[in-house]
């Protein structure tokens, strides 16, 4: 079986038709949900890009692998899920986008040539690549934002889009009626079409190198598909640019009782200046057609990917997953883009379709267990065949879900976010240490921790599902608080860092030093079998002279 594994960057879990979404039609996704299970209650190890795909790629907690923001190194000689899956016969690909920043000191330590098999996979979060495009290729006065070469820049130049980075001057910005860019970057032009062709923007670009990566792999594979949109900038060509008008955007889900002695993180991320942006109606009434655009595009786009699979018979023996590596806020609870615990930020769509027949009695459900990034990992292990490296894996597979079983599940998901490296940091005169919260979600309340000596957030998801009650401000005693600190306190005790045994290992190495003849604390002997004294015993050799 080989496994199609597709990420949307900032694609939130309501915003498809199969969660139920009022106005935007996404048949392909729900195609798969037909086919497959959706799971209601999925939610990434950390709400920032960086982070949350280290989990997705390690099978591991953010403060197990380290990488805990964008552009923070994943250290040298984590195990990722490229490993995992060589282990089991099954070759793991790229195409699309990382976030990966290379631990470059920690390769020249130990003397790994980034050119070379080990050293580039090292770089590459475990992956050989097919084609690797982050898909920010901003410009300031400092340089690039990504300093790479682009593929799609090279392929759009390739075309005679003339300039030096034509991702921005094209791909993501309009005309305005002067005949001057209309730069997707700014939200006033997130209605404007992109001044490219539709067939070349980003989004087919990246389908047509995944048919191509298709038509030549060879089984097992497993590909990687990690398209940047729906991600900001907002903009989207043409027909995709007005599908989508004021009529179909929500009333944001907020309430002025948030802004009431909010909690200090909270309270700074709404004073941030993404968040006074999205806290303007008129920024909403642009952006969030601009963005349902973008995802239209890419449901358009899946189902060309769809199409392929079922005319070429690879439909039969390709496991496929779709998934998002975080939320977009929009405007609800008084902030934009991603970062903090509530659901439209840290829950993501997650839908799985298995071609075995084991898995026909699941077919079109849904999954409402509490489900983590970090599950796909040891999923496609035993999806591939192998042995969970459980000692490593700190997921669980999702393969009984898939197939029809009531397995023993977790009674809580965690998300942990760094914000050490923002200006909600130096505006709350944090120290790194402290710029720190964990989520622990048990899917009846939702709590948020915060290093450095603040009170938590608390949320009742049943009788509250907008979260805009915080029950930790108006009842700090509230019970359940304290059942989320033990589920907290549980998960911070879990072994995550004996990576190089696993328990059979340990097993394994019971009583074997005594059968090699290491015996300490005897009397006399007799408390072990004879055996094991033999080669101690007898006439004593005779000293040298």
Known sequence: MNILFIMYDQLRFDYLSCAGHPHLHTPHFDRVASMGVRFTNAYVQSPICGA???????GRYVSSHGAAWNGFPLRVGEMTMGDHLRDSGMDCWL???THMKADAEGMKRLGLAPDSMIGARQSECGFDVWTRDDGLWGQGPDGFYDERRSPYNEY???????????WSDFANAGVDEDGNKASGWMFQHADRPANIAEEQSETPWLTGRTIEFIEQATAPWCAHVSYIKPHWPYIVPEPYHNMYGPNHVPAATRHEEEREDAHPVFGAYMENRIAQAFQREDVRQK??????????????????????????GRMQD???VLTSDHGDYLGDHWLGEKDLFHDPSVKIPMIIYDPRSQADATRGTTCDALVEAIDLAPTFVEAAGGKVADHILEGRSLVPWLHGETPDWRDCAISEFDYSATPQAVKLSLEPKDCRLFMVCDGRFKLMHAEGGFRPMLFDLEADPDELNDLAKTDPEHP?????????????????????????????????????????????G????EELTQVYRGPAPKRPD
């Open 156 to 166: 759009l130049k390739s075309l005679g889009y003339d300039s030096p980075n034509p």
């Open 287 to 312: 952006v969030i057609p601009a963005y349902m655009g973008l995802i239209k595009q890419c449901d358009d786009q899946l189902g060309r990917l769809l199409d392929y699979l079922e005319t070429s």
């Open 52 to 58: 949350s795909r280290m989990s997705f790629y390690t």
């Open 526 to 529: 007799s408390e072990v079998p």
């Open 318 to 320: 390709t496991m496929i």
């Open 95 to 97: 195409i699309g986008k």
């Open 480 to 524: 359940a608080i304290a059942a989320c600190y033990a589920h907290l306190a549980e998960w911070s005790r879990r072994c995550a860092q004996r990576v190089t045994k696993s328990d059979d290992d340990i097993k394994a190495m019971r009583g074997r030093s005594i059968r090699k003849g290491i015996l300490p604390f005897l009397v006399d």
